[in-house]
């Protein structure tokens, strides 16, 4: 069981828009940064997003990422075959005294 | 050009010990905090450890704590993982990942991992 949740699957056609949600509690995403990942099969994960809704260098503008109290929401808009893969939210916890992942989502470009 | 190089995984029985080494080039290797996260088959990122660049500070996930022991050799370049009294449920692709470590007053946390190795293979199994 993760402690930031992720719904296990999304999916949307190519050029369409989808969201993929993370739900934490006020130890986590509501005192800390939130960062996102997409992980192709078979491969490393790759940094998105990074405090809450920056791109690093080369991350296209068609995603994009908020965070509202103790949930953060990652948008991709403009879908494209090569957005399928496994997308993580991660966020330092407090209580823990360590990062700790969302469940991860599966995205699938119908 | 930024890179993290795992190696050291590999197949061994239940109790048994391994070492895992992360080499990076491209960067300031003292400079930043330096992880471990694992991925068992066909599930999600779980952290295992961290480092601070000075090696002073340390952190561990509960399930590691007691068995693993991380490690950093700065002038190699270079960052460990020992993992002592193995079960199979440490089976898992190991990736290293850097991270900015970030402190004010008391307070110290681990930014985003903005690089990632290709994963190294640890089996458990007899």
């Known amino acids: 069981q993760s402690v930031l949740t992720q719904p296990p699957s999304a999916s949307g056609t190519p050029g369409q828009g989808v969201t993929i949600s993370c739900s934490g509690s006020r130890s986590n995403i509501g005192s800390n940064d939130i960062s996102w990942y997409h992980q192709l099969p078979g491969t490393a994960p790759k940094l998105l997003i990074l405090r809450n809704d920056q791109r690093p260098l080369g991350v296209p503008d068609r995603f994009s990422a908020s965070k509202s109290g103790t949930s953060a929401s990652l948008a991709i808009s403009g879908l494209r075959s090569e957005d399928e893969a496994y997308y993580y939210c991660a966020s330092w916890d407090d209580s823990l005294n360590s990062p700790v992942f969302g469940g991860g989502t599966r995205l699938t470009v119908l | 050009e930024v890179q993290l190089l795992e190696s050291g995984g590999g197949l061994v029985r239940p109790g048994g010990s391994l070492r895992l080494s992360c080499t990076a080039s491209g960067f300031s290797f003292v400079g930043y905090a330096m992880n471990w996260v694992r991925q068992a088959p066909g599930k999600g990122l779980e952290w295992v450890s961290a480092?601070?660049?000075?090696?002073?500070?340390?952190y561990y996930a509960a399930s590691v704590r007691g068995r693993f022991t991380v490690s950093r050799d700065n002038a190699k370049k270079t960052l460990y993982l020992q993992m002592n009294s193995l079960r199979a449920e440490d089976t898992a692709v190991y990736y290293c990942?850097?991270?900015?470590?970030?402190?004010?007053?008391?307070?110290?946390?681990?930014?985003?991992?903005?690089?990632w190795g290709q994963g190294t293979m640890v089996t458990v199994s007899s």
């Open positions: 990942a850097k991270t900015d470590y970030e402190c004010s007053g008391d307070r110290c946390y681990l930014d985003a991992f903005d690089i």
């Open positions: 480092i601070s660049g000075g090696g002073d500070d340390i």
